[in-house]
């Protein structure tokens, strides 16, 4: 949760520059044009539209997929023996595979309102927080809109997933396996750099993909979107929001894994010695 407030402000930007469309021959805003419009248009509290949906997806997704990758390591996992790379990226793969689908109603609403600013007044949707986005939905669109985009939207997440949380667990192994690093702080924030980074590269087309679908009035489907998409912007398109995306991402995944280190680190403290009491 707190990851998400932290980098909200660049998950916006990023959402603006991957749904923003090229006027004639002009040059594309970059990451600090689409800050000072954003500031000079809707004030700094427009920097964080779409928080309370950001919020609520975290909730749902990342709830989601982390609890169903410990679960799914516990129980393949053998006693005083590291599962290999191959294991750990099946078992994250589908941990944000079905994380993405449970997530799927709050990522809309939160692509929606971060994009609704650019928007003309016209075609604005107006949501006030996450909940009226949902039931406004719902009512206009059918219960099916809650789950538009899921295709690339899980297909994002088990990419993400599997970015992040396997290669975070196969850099923290390497880096304590040289014996300069100790399972600290340190580690933590070295082995989540290097996964953000990985999962930056490794996400950005499928991430564009899933917001132009969420964002888009365009009924005719992704391929007809990707088509009209590649037709004006050739296939730079696939990593539009690099930059702000990558800046989100970093310190993103090294908030969330230093905070989820700390919570299992506390869970361990509290409810081990209860577990070795019983057994």
Not at 151 to 160: C, E, I, T
Not at 164 to 191: I, R, W
Not at 262 to 270: P, Y
């Amino acid at each position: 949760m707190w990851a998400a407030v932290f980098t909200h402000p660049l998950d916006l930007n990023k959402v603006r520059l991957q749904t923003a469309k090229k006027v004639g021959n002009g040059p594309k805003p970059g990451m600090v044009d689409t800050f000072r419009t954003i500031f000079r248009n809707e004030g700094f509290l427009g920097l964080y539209s779409g928080l309370t949906a950001s919020l609520l997806r975290q909730a749902t997704y990342s709830t989601a997929r982390f609890g169903i990758y410990e679960e799914l390591k516990g129980i393949v996992k053998q006693p005083n023996k590291e599962l290999p790379l191959s294991t750990l990226i099946a078992l994250s793969s589908t941990s944000g595979f079905l994380g993405s689908i449970a997530g799927n109603p709050a990522d809309i609403i939160n692509v929606r309102m971060q994009q609704d600013g650019a928007l003309e007044p016209s075609k604005r949707r107006n949501y006030k927080n996450a909940i009226d986005g949902l039931i406004k939905m719902v009512k206009s669109e059918g219960f099916s809109s809650l789950f538009r985009g899921v295709g690339p939207n899980s297909g994002r997440g088990a990419l993400m997933t599997a970015s992040q949380l396997a290669s975070y667990d196969e850099f923290k192994m390497l880096l304590l396996g040289t014996g300069v690093f100790e399972d600290n702080l340190m580690t933590h924030f070295v082995a989540s750099t290097m996964a953000g980074g990985v999962a930056t590269l490794i996400c950005s087309p499928v991430d564009v993909v899933k917001t132009k679908i969420m964002s888009s009035h365009d009924p005719d489907g992704i391929i007809h979107l990707l088509k009209e998409t590649t037709k004006r912007e050739g296939m730079t398109w696939a990593f539009k929001g690099l930059l702000p995306s990558f800046i989100r991402l970093g310190p993103h995944t090294v908030l969330t894994f230093v905070f989820l280190e700390q919570h299992k680190s506390i869970w361990k403290a509290i409810y081990a010695p209860q577990e070795e009491q019983l057994s």
